[in-house]
């Protein structure tokens, strides 16, 4: 099963004969291709990769980030967008930081993730740390919390990523890293201000019905099954909803590199469906992962 390993000096190799054969290799949802591009080059020195949902947020994490981390952008002060010659991702690097936005939904994240991955590899990238920082709906959390997932699951509450592939059911393990869930929390209790928990996340498949809501177009279930549901999400402990999580966490197992996920949730799903907060305090909520990010990132560059 394996298709990508390290080698013991810590580099990322591609264990998939079929990309060392390629006399090029065309990354076409990013829109880089190793002919007219220096990977090494450009990408060597990347250890973090970050990924989130939206190409906005991304670009306001890259701009975050370089303030703190003291890299200006020569490009009119702007990040600039590697993934420019397409228009479904974007990526942008700050020091040995890789942005990628990975759009909503599992099939969309692991479209970018495969694309990433061969990036790193081709640039001999070592020693990486894979992040997804996102927004989430928290159970039984004031809305602002920061969760840190624990563990993950899928909409069938297994922490499993099942992936038909050639027409039969691949599950994949996907176990976040213990001991980086468990150092983040401790981090952002010593070094900042809001609330975070370490918990576990179900990633759903779906946004209405998929995470038991009420307000979709179409609801197959009575509010009374929803209840139940929810009496169960709560006996396993479970903290939030999103979209990505077991996908990513699978596939950084896969290539078995230390991977969080840290959301931050926009609504209490015990109180209500809709997110209703303003623009401005959503937007707020969304740069508490990139602080505890960025904390963990000062904290390594200086050890
Ligand atoms: C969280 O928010 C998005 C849906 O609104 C989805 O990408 C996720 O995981
Ligand atoms: N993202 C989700 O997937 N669910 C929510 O409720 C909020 C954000």
């Not at 990977?39 to 990769?49: I, L, S």
């Not at 981390?69 to 479904?88: E, G, V, W």
């Not at 975070?196 to 946004?207: E, H, P, Q, Y």
């Amino acid at each position: 099963m394996d298709g990508i390993n390290n080698a013991s000096d810590g580099v990322m190799l591609l264990q998939n004969e079929n990309i060392s054969s390629l006399e090029v290799d065309h990354l076409y949802h990013i829109g880089l291709d190793t002919n007219s591009y220096d990977f090494p080059k450009e990408f060597g020195d990347v250890k973090f990769v970050c990924m989130g949902g939206s190409p906005s947020r991304m670009k306001s994490y890259a701009s975050y980030i370089a303030e703190k981390l003291n890299c200006p952008f020569t490009d009119d002060k702007m990040p600039h967008n590697y993934a420019c010659a397409s228009d479904r991702y974007v990526v942008y690097k700050v020091g040995p930081v890789l942005f990628a936005n990975h759009g909503i939904g599992i099939p969309s994240l692991s479209t970018v993730f495969h694309d990433i991955a061969k990036l790193l590899h081709h640039a001999g990238c070592k020693d990486i740390y894979f992040f997804r920082l996102g927004t989430s709906g928290g159970l039984n959390l004031e809305p602002g919390t920061v969760v840190i997932s624990k563990n993950v699951l899928n909409g069938m509450l297994s922490p499993t990523w099942e992936l038909p592939v050639l027409g039969k059911m691949v599950s994949q393990k996907a176990v976040p890293t213990k001991d980086l869930a468990l150092y983040l929390k401790n981090l952002a209790e010593k070094e900042l201000s809001f609330k975070t928990v370490l918990g576990t996340t179900v990633c759903a498949n779906d946004f209405f019905e998929g995470q038991g809501r009420l307000d979709g177009a179409f609801c197959s279930y009575t509010p009374d099954e929803r209840k139940d549901f929810f009496e169960k999400l709560k006996e396993l402990g479970v903290t939030n909803f999103e979209m990505e999580s077991v996908g990513f966490v699978a596939l950084c197992n896969r290539i078995n590199l230390p991977c969080a996920v840290i959301c931050v949730t926009l609504l209490d799903r015990y109180i209500s469906d809709q997110i209703t907060s303003d623009h401005e305090t959503l937007v707020s909520w969304q740069m508490k992962p990139i602080q505890l990010f960025t904390k963990f990132v000062l904290n390594h560059i200086n050890n």
